[in-house]
């Protein structure tokens, strides 16, 4: 019987593996997101021009199922294909290579939970506090600028955030919450987390590297504290667990909640939106916030590691 052949890229060394992987998001992305854009042509019944033109258009009523349509092509252009791609590439197995296999048991989902529940004051205060900073004065442009970008992602979110009709409602579950739940876990946790690891030899520093990276590539600095400690959260959740499907649980609650949230008051059965969820001013519920999250991390590496 034959041996079973080794991984095509089984001897690049691990930051080689890293630059590939760089490449291979860049690749799958801009090949993907042609092919979206010629299907478009047909689904929309638009010229290439209209579809480039309606594009570059602030989000409204008359671009915005164009714009949801190009969100999911991204989704799996940039962040679920190139994972599972690369997971074949260099281990022949992109459900070992990506953890994808392994079964965490029900407490774990128990406490990832509750530890997204606990954590939502300390995260709604950090949003301030990120919010609020200022660059120097010699900087100011770039923070007009950096600003400018946030108004935009904001407007944007705000247009996919509109649901008329439950449709609209599970649609977003799926556009919001579940793809990048899964495409930005797969990426940031399954992969890049996972090849800091081997080029660096420690965890920790590889789940700061891959939530900087996280943070970074959504583009909303105002926001990065906040991502940031989502994705160190995300981060140690995998590596407690062993399982990818853990922080991609986590991931799916954080923005599941705001879209149901966002519903419920579009729908007048709740006050506030989805912004507003899980903030307060109480100084005291924002501090046992955080101290929550370590005690629980620390009953989950005490249990689990």
């Known amino acids: 019987m034959d041996s079973p052949k080794p991984p095509l890229l089984q001897s690049l060394t691990p930051f080689s593996r890293i630059l590939f992987a760089v490449l291979l998001m860049i690749a799958c992305f801009t090949l993907v997101f042609l092919a979206g854009i010629l299907a478009a042509v047909p689904i929309f019944g638009l010229g290439l021009s209209q579809i480039m033109t309606t594009m570059t258009l602030p989000a409204g009523q008359e671009n915005v199922a164009l714009l949801e349509y190009f969100q999911v092509v991204q989704s799996f252009g940039l962040f679920i294909f190139p994972p599972l791609l690369a997971g074949w590439l260099f281990e022949r197995s992109s459900v070992r290579f990506l953890a994808l296999g392994k079964a965490s048991p029900w407490p774990f989902y128990l406490a990832t939970f509750l530890l997204m529940f606990i954590s939502l004051p300390f995260i709604n205060w950090l949003i301030a506090v990120n919010g609020n900073l200022h660059l120097p004065a010699a900087l100011q442009e770039v923070e007009e600028w950096m600003r400018s970008t946030e108004e935009q ?17 599970l649609f977003n579950l799926f556009m919001v919450a579940a793809l990048p739940a899964i495409g930005e876990e797969f990426v940031f946790r399954g992969l890049f987390q996972r090849l800091f690891r081997e080029w660096l030899g420690n965890i920790h520093t590889a789940i700061l590297l891959s939530a900087i990276l996280f943070s970074a590539l959504h583009m909303q600095f105002f926001g990065f504290l906040p991502r940031l400690a989502l994705g160190i959260l995300f981060g140690y959740l995998f590596y407690y667990s062993g399982s990818l499907w853990v922080p991609v649980f986590a ?7 705001a879209v149901v949230v ?3 008051s579009q729908s007048g059965m709740l006050h506030g939106n989805y912004e507003d969820f899980g903030a307060t001013h109480n100084i005291l519920l924002i501090v046992l916030s955080g101290l929550s999250v370590f005690l629980l ?3 989950l590496h005490r249990r689990y590691h």
């Not at 992602?153 to 409602?169: E, G, K, N, V």
């Not at 991931?251 to 909640?257: D, I, T």
Request: proline content about 3%; cysteine-free; hydrophobic content about 55%.
């Open 153 to 169: 992602a904001t407007r944007l979110t705000d247009a996919f955030m509109a649901m008329p009709s439950f449709t609209t409602f």
């Open 251 to 257: 991931h799916f609650l954080n923005n599941g909640a």
């Open 262 to 264: 966002e519903y419920l």
């Open 297 to 299: 991390f620390f009953w």
